[in-house]
């Protein structure tokens, strides 16, 4: 198979439903993921849950996400946020639509170290039309102490049903 080739192997929310429970299904999941996106696949980052409203992704502390003074580089955290927000909203959308990023901020706390973990809770409507959702992620450190927030405006448009 080529770079340029695509593997459509169904929804977020599908290949969530069949990979998740299974021995090692979450990381086969974020391979695949990480494959599919892959500026996102370059952290290594592991999705935890996905589930109605919640999505729960996190990234182990390693060499190639640190920077010059040994914490978890800033873009590292980002793009961390930007995976929990996306991947929260779309597995609701799951086939109904589609979506894209329109807007990204970021609060940094504090310098992360070790497992960062990003949380995001966001109920997406499901009614057909554009909407523009603000989504939160929270990152938080192994201690629990938040290292830094994602502010993401998702543009969900979701189909027409007939």
């Known amino acids: 198979m080529s770079d340029g080739a695509v593997v459509k192997l169904g929804s977020l929310a599908t290949l969530w439903g069949r990979f998740s429970s299974m021995p090692g299904g979450k990381a086969f999941f974020s391979i695949v993921l990480g494959r599919a996106a892959r500026y996102t696949g370059s952290i290594g980052a592991r999705v935890e849950l996905l589930e109605p409203g919640r999505g729960i ?79 939160e992620g929270v990152l938080k450190d192994s201690t629990g102490d938040t290292v830094a927030i994602c502010k993401a405006t998702w543009r969900i448009d979701i189909f027409e049903t007939v």
């Open 57 to 135: 992704v996190t990234m182990r502390d390693r060499p190639r996400v640190r920077n010059h003074l040994k914490s978890v580089h800033a873009i590292a955290l980002m793009n961390l946020g930007e995976l929990a927000t996306g991947a929260t909203v779309m597995y609701q959308v799951d086939g109904k639509g589609r979506g894209i990023l329109k807007g990204i901020v970021m609060e940094y706390l504090k310098k992360s170290r070790g497992t960062i973990t990003a949380t995001c809770e966001v109920d997406v409507p499901q009614h057909p039309g554009k909407h523009d959702l603000e989504v």
